[in-house]
Nanobody, 126 residues
Framework: VQLQASGGGLVQAGSCLRLSCAAS?????????MGWYRQAPGKERDLVAT???????VYSDSVKGRFTISADNAKKMVYLQMNSLKPEDTAVYFC????????????????????WGQGTLVTVSS
């Protein structure tokens, strides 16, 4: 199974974007948490926000009050609503699933420590 992130794009400062992350090539049955990370050019990948299966959330200080993470537990999808975007939010955004249990297209069950999705680029112009 793979995680597919989508919703990135080029926007002006002050704009909004909503990122989505869904599984493809299989079905996620259970996760401990899902989250969003971002990596700006020349920098390390950093936490943006996470949400546990129980709904507890954690945000980085840089996005508190502007970004909101949410999840559809039935579909095992995670979203990131990004408001009041700033140029410093420019990065490739990745979604992540912690301790996922999933079935592949053949119905075989797997359990991993972590699954990462491919990134989606968010570019905020000033």
């Amino acid at each position: 199974v793979q995680l597919q992130a989508s919703g990135g794009g080029l926007v002006q400062a002050g704009s909004c974007l909503r990122l989505s992350c869904a599984a493809s090539g299989g079905t996620i049955i259970r996760v401990d948490a899902m989250g969003w990370y971002r990596q700006a050019p020349g920098k390390e990948r950093d936490l943006v926000a996470t949400i546990t299966s129980g709904g507890d959330t954690v945000y980085s200080d840089s996005v508190k009050g502007r970004f909101t993470i949410s999840a559809d537990n039935a579909k095992k999808m995670v979203y990131l609503q990004m408001n009041s975007l700033k140029p410093e939010d420019t990065a490739v955004y990745f979604c992540k699933a912690d301790q996922p249990v999933y079935t592949d297209i053949l119905g075989t069950m797997h359990a991993d420590r972590v699954l990462w999705g491919q990134g989606t680029l968010v570019t905020v112009s000033s």
